[in-house]
């Protein structure tokens, strides 16, 4: 896969007794959130996809060497998720490479670590990408923590007249104007289905088969901008 890299990392992990949801023989989707000096968030994160997840899951937590204590934190809330503690910073896209080569189901779903998860949305998104197999990526929509709506979660393709739009302040002026805001689909509201060109990684879900073909993110980017060169090589493939 590209951007696999062989860096040192501590996996910590306790036997499941029971073979709970976050550890499924079978996992449908295979949730993956990296992690760094986000302690509180991460664990926010972690208890509502356990609490708002029925689908068959597999959780892994991967740490990028954070100095918040993050690892031992996850490590005691929550002794039967599976943990990576990475020992160097690989940023988000590396990460994202790792942890993917260390899972199985057959969706990936990676979820940013100052995410809830709200009424089922993990559910609700893996009913979506069933009922539009063709699109083999799919994102959700998306709140700030005052529940406004967070239009970032998905954009689309830079253009010429995108670019200019915004240099002439077309797309301040009019914001809501799918003609003169086109990255930003202008006032959607996200309240509807639809396709989009590019999906935020923060919610980010594809066929963990497609996620492989593609070679997952190019390890050229650090953090932003992987899941736009991603869903735009994507596209080549007819998604």
């Not at 991967?62 to 002794?79: L, M, R, T, V």
């Not at 559910?123 to 009922?131: I, N, V």
Request: charged share 20%; proline share 4%.
């Amino acid at each position: 896969m590209r951007g696999q890299v062989n860096q040192p990392t501590r996996t910590i992990e306790v036997k499941d007794v029971a073979g709970l949801a976050a550890r499924a023989a079978h996992p449908v989707v295979s949730i993956i959130v990296v992690s760094y000096n986000t302690r509180e968030m991460t664990l926010d994160c972690i208890r509502s996809v356990i609490a708002e997840t029925r689908t068959p899951y597999e959780l892994l937590v991967y740490d990028n060497a954070s100095s918040d204590g993050s690892a031992e934190a996850i490590a005691h809330a929550f002794p039967t998720i599976r943990l990576v503690a990475g020992e160097v910073n690989h940023g988000f896209a590396r990460a994202n490479n790792i942890a993917a080569t260390m899972v199985s189901g057959e969706y990936l779903l990676l979820l940013n670590p100052d995410t809830i998860v709200l009424d089922g949305g993990i559910d609700k998104l893996l009913r979506f990408a069933r009922r539009r197999p063709a699109a083999r990526i799919w994102g959700g929509r998306t709140l700030y923590g005052d529940r406004s709506l967070n239009p970032t979660n998905c954009w689309g393709r830079m253009s010429l007249w995108s670019v200019t739009s915004q240099a002439l302040g077309l797309t301040r002026l009019f914001h809501d104007s799918g003609f003169f805001n086109p990255e930003g689909y202008g006032g959607w509201q996200r309240d509807s289905e639809r396709e989009v060109d590019i999906v935020t990684g923060c919610l980010f879900l594809i066929e963990r088969t497609f996620w492989e073909r593609l070679g997952g993110f190019d390890p050229v980017f650090t953090m932003y901008g992987e899941e736009a060169d991603l869903c735009l090589r994507a596209r080549a493939y007819g998604a």
